[in-house]
Structure formats: C-alpha cells, structure tokens
C-alpha cells in the first residue's frame, strides 16, 4: 500500500513537472500572464484537507485519489511530525539567539512555515535551509491557495530564488520576510548538499523524501553518518518512517535512536548525537527486527554517489546472503516472537513455521534457551545499546554453536 501511495505521488510530480515547465516557458517568454493562465490547472493538483490546508492530489485509480500528506491536515502532519517533537520551541525559552532547520526534501513548504509559525512568538532569528531536488516541486508551492502568512513567506522566497536563476521574469507574490528570518533554497540531491555546504550546525533536521524504498540513497547508514556532523549536541533528525533499514542505518552511524509520535496509525524515527535527548525509546519487539533478522540489513552507499538500483541490490544481496545464517530470517515476522512460547501461539500453522525458521539455524524452537540468552539485555539502556548488545549476543550464541558441531564432527 505505501509503494502504491509513492507511486501515484511520484505520477503526480510528473505532471506538476509537465505544466511548470510549459509555465517557465511562456514566463522567460515575457508572458506576464503565464501563471494566470495555468491557475487552473494547477489548482487541480490539490485537494483541500481537514485543518483547512492543501495537499498534493494523484491520479484517480478506480474512484479513488490518493494524496502526498494525511487528508486529516497537510499543516498538522508538519507540526505533529516535525516541527512540535523538535523541541525548538524549548530552545528557544532556554535564550538561544538563533536556530538553525535542515528541511531535507522541503516539498511545498509546509515544515518550513510550520517552524515560521510555531517560534513566532519567540525572541529569535531563524534561519532555514530548504532542500529539494525538484526545481518543478518548488514552483508548484507558488499555486498552493494562500492558507497562512508564514506559507506566503516561503512562497516569495521560492518566487525569488527561481526569479534569480531565470525561471521566472514577474515578482507576484505580494509578501516580505521579517527581519528575524533568512530561508536558504538549494536545488540539488540532499548528499550533494551535504558533502559541498560549508560548515554549520543544525538545531532540527527534518528528512521528508519519498519512503526508503524510493529513496534509499537518502536512508543510508553513510547519510546519516555525514548528517551527523551537522548536528547541535542537542539537535534531533526527525523522520515520517519507522522502516527497519533506516533504524538500523541511525544506529550504525552512531546516533542514538527513539520513537517519533504516533499521528493517526503511523508513527516515526528521532535520532540524536545523545541519549539523553530521545524521550521515547523503540519497542523491545522493534529492536529485536532491527537487531536479528535480514530486515535489518541498512542501506550503504560509502561515497554518497551510488544510484537506485546500486543501493537496493546492495541491500538485497546482503540480505540473501545472510539470511538463516548469521542472522534470523524476517519472514512471518519471526524476530517479533523469538523468545516466546510457542504453545501460546493458536494458530498451530504459524507455530508450526516459526519453529521450523529457528530449527534451520541449530535451535530446537523460537524459546530454546539459547534464544533466551540472545534476548538478556538490559532493556534500561537506550535503544541503541540494546540494539548493538542483541546484535553481538547473536553472534556470539552462534559462534558457540558452530564450535560445538565442529568438536562433535572431531
């Protein structure tokens, strides 16, 4: 269902892209009028949502639409996901005099005017770094119905940027920045951003791509170990998914890992340079998938330049490799019940699998004691060191047990 969701997005942006083009045409043409012209049709690429905000419309598949932010409020989600689990509103009661926002992906707009919102009572400058790879995607923000001040302002700064690189000739959008406000726009892949951007630390950083399996390049244990020099020991990534690889990715790059608030049904990843900066850590059912099974296996892309296809396949065949060997296999969510009874299990066919997942490796069922033995962790430590402890636990259970076969073949 999510890569059906991404996939209608990614039609829709292919016809936001079609019509922007066709407008930056006719503008560099000196049609004063161009965007008059393709109000319309624009407008159909957006559907209203519940708090009054605006969102991204796909094609129609069997009478029905999908779209790129949760009907139940576009603007909500940003805060909920993004902007209010940051904690820049306390940074800012604590007197900093500025705050600094990565919004990677930044989309129309809304996570950034949301931080607009949300601090503008507070005595601070605010500086924001939005990036996105589509020139097309940042001139659709232009024909989003007015629905706050703080979008206007990012519309004019998109308005600027584009007029200044001759995308566009006429200034529009009637609206100016205060004072306390600098928004950078970079259009360019988010590793290129980091790799080439001076020096400077991020209070927030919010990664809003498509889901991993679109984007892995930007879910990459190597992404996250150079966002992480970006970071206030303070600061906090926050992400929509909850996906096992990138999990693993955050805990491979040395960040310290929690969850994100649950919005509707769907919930999300923070991560931190420190511990004490996770308010919520993961389930232990989370950190076993991450810890011990193929799911686990995180996205690699060491020089930051790999393609698509590049990174998933790395990935997979990691994972074919592995997979019942050094690792559980994550089929029938078999990591979710190591440690478990099996005889509670009612459905006598699942048990049935499970145990014979487990026996495959040299254990007699999903609650052999030396499952058991895998599973002793401290669950007071931080997801992160649980994580890494089940992670060596396993390793060394199975160095014990292929010793103990090759004593009894001697």
Request: charge should be negative; proline fraction near 4%.
């Amino acid at each position: 269902m999510v890569d059906d969701q991404q996939d209608s997005r990614l039609e829709i942006l292919d016809r936001i892209r079609t019509t922007v083009q066709e407008i930056f045409e006719l503008e560099s043409d000196g049609h004063k009028d161009a965007r008059d012209l393709y109000s319309d049709e624009m407008a159909g690429f957006f559907i209203k949502t519940e708090d009054g905000s605006y969102t991204l419309l796909s094609e129609q598949r069997e009478n029905q639409s999908e779209t790129l932010h949760s009907i139940h409020g576009a603007r909500t989600e940003a805060f909920e996901k993004f902007v209010i689990p940051s904690k820049l509103k306390e940074l800012a009661d604590e007197g900093a005099e500025v705050i600094k926002v990565l919004d990677i992906c930044s989309g129309i707009g809304y996570n950034a005017s949301a931080v607009l919102d949300y601090l503008k009572d507070s005595n601070v400058r605010i500086e924001i770094d939005m990036v996105e790879s589509s020139i097309e995607t940042l001139a659709a923000t232009l024909f989003v119905p007015n629905i706050c001040e703080s979008h206007s302002y990012i519309k004019k700064v998109i308005e600027n940027y584009l007029i200044e690189h001759e995308y566009l000739q006429f200034n529009k959008v009637l609206s100016s920045l205060p004072q306390n406000i600098t928004i950078n726009i970079h259009v360019c892949d988010a590793r290129e951003y980091l790799k080439n951007a001076p020096e400077k630390e991020y209070d927030a950083v919010f990664l809003d791509p498509f889901s991993p399996s679109k984007s892995p390049e930007l879910y990459s244990i190597d992404f996250f170990k150079k966002l992480k020099e970006f970071l206030t020991p303070t600061a906090l990534i926050l992400t929509y998914t909850a996906a096992s690889p990138v999990r693993s990715a955050i805990v491979g790059a040395g960040l310290y890992i929690g969850e994100g608030p649950q919005v509707k049904r769907s919930g999300g990843t923070i991560a931190s340079r420190f511990p004490d900066n996770i308010d919520t850590p993961l389930s232990f059912s989370d950190e076993k998938v991450i810890s011990l099974s193929d799911v686990g296996v995180p996205f690699m892309d060491s020089d930051l330049s790999d393609d698509f296809y590049t990174i998933i396949d790395r990935r997979q065949n990691i994972r074919d490799r592995i997979r019942g060997v050094t690792v559980f296999p994550s089929s029938n969510k078999l990591p979710r019940y190591l440690g478990l009874d099996p005889e509670k299990i009612e459905d006598k066919k699942l048990r049935n699998k499970l145990n014979n997942y487990v026996k495959e490796m040299g254990f007699s069922a999903i609650n052999d004691p030396r499952i058991l033995k895998i599973l002793q962790v401290d669950q007071n430590l931080p997801s992160r060191s649980q994580i890494i402890m089940l992670e060596e636990n396993l390793h060394n259970v199975l160095d014990e047990m292929k010793n103990e076969n090759s004593n009894n073949d001697e």
